[in-house]
């Protein structure tokens, strides 16, 4: 008897000579495929006219077609643009992208965030920092049967769960720029408590003071919290030593462009008073007069290669060769120079 159903992906499976899960990411669009394999596949789908069905395929495996951002992160621009990067994959696949804020000083944050995991059943889940470093809701996606990946400053789960960079030493780095432009006086804008990526960066500033023979001196470090205004109160604060240091890194570009901010209000000139390093390399570094040289944190890199561990293997496992730790490099522009005689 002649079949008369509608062709399923069994079908275009068979036909094609490939695995269901080969099919599968033919149609999610994944870039894990060779062009032999997904212009043939494709030819087959076209041929006898099979139409995916995302609703069947979510009932069948219990998961919606989202991939849910949970992020507390004060800063825009790098939710910005981890959104940029994760969009870059998951455009033209069937896969869409829910981002849900929350408040990691909440005492019922890891109920909300199972609630909504409940509720939404997303295919996967990717966690910004600082929320990323709370073992509790890794375990809790676990427990739930989602997928996760985790975003940090340093490496603290197994790679399949994990995109981080190498903070400490790009500070490290930063840092040594201005020591090597002659500056003895460097003063830092720390990130808050709390954070991973503040204490990797301050952990890199000190390394490299200690090595300079200098020693870490206490006052010369003050708290921000990621904000422009926390860097105005915290450079009004290190701007009032004597002597006033000739050189300011700051934990990250808003805290950078609140300092240089204070500098002009000063009356000091940056860089020939005043040399500012920022992190993060979001355009806000590149829009101040003098651009700001700064670190720039692989943050769109690092959310493509999250989306693709949570969508490039419908089996759950690591893709081969997927990376994991991502090198943030040194954007050198004007706001550096040697310090005044």
Request: net charge negative.
């Amino acid at each position: 008897m002649k079949k008369t159903g509608q062709p399923t992906i069994n079908d275009v499976a068979r036909l094609a000579g490939v695995s269901k899960k080969t099919v599968s990411r033919v149609i999610n669009q994944s870039p894990l495929l060779n062009g032999e394999t997904r212009d043939r596949v494709q030819a087959v789908i076209a041929e006898i006219g099979y139409i995916p069905n995302p609703q069947a395929r979510a009932l069948a495996l219990r998961r919606n077609f989202l991939i849910a951002l949970i992020h507390d992160n004060p800063n825009a621009q790098m939710v910005l643009g981890v959104q940029q990067g994760l969009l870059e994959v998951l455009r033209d696949t069937e896969f869409e992208l829910l981002v849900h804020p929350v408040d990691r000083g909440a005492p019922d944050m890891t109920d909300e965030v199972r609630r909504f995991l409940e509720r939404q059943r997303p295919y996967g889940v990717m966690l910004l920092p600082p929320i990323s470093e709370n073992d509790a809701l890794a375990a809790l996606c676990d427990q739930i049967g989602c997928r996760y990946v985790r975003m940090g400053s340093a490496p603290f789960d197994e790679a399949e769960h994990m995109v981080s960079s190498n903070d400490r030493e790009a500070v490290r780095g930063a840092v040594e720029h201005l020591l090597s432009a002659g500056h003895r006086r460097i003063c830092m804008i720390a990130g808050p408590h709390g954070f991973r990526s503040a204490h990797e960066r301050q952990q890199g500033y000190e390394e490299a003071i200690e090595v300079a023979g200098i020693g870490v001196q206490r006052t010369w470090i003050a708290q921000g919290d990621y904000t422009f205004e926390s860097g105005m109160r915290a450079a009004e604060r290190l701007l009032d030593l004597s002597p006033r240091p000739t050189a300011i890194f700051a934990s990250n570009d808003e805290m950078a462009a609140g300092a240089l901010h204070v500098a002009r209000q000063r009356g000091l000139e940056v860089p020939d008073d005043l040399s500012i390093i920022g992190f993060d390399d979001t355009s806000i570094a590149s829009h101040l007069w003098p651009p700001l040289t700064t670190v720039r944190w692989p943050i769109a890199t690092m959310a493509r290669a999250a989306a693709l561990k949570l969508v490039g293997d419908d089996d759950g496992g690591e893709e081969d060769g997927e990376d994991d730790l991502f090198v943030s490099t040194l954007i050198r522009r004007a706001s550096v120079a040697k310090p005044a005689a």
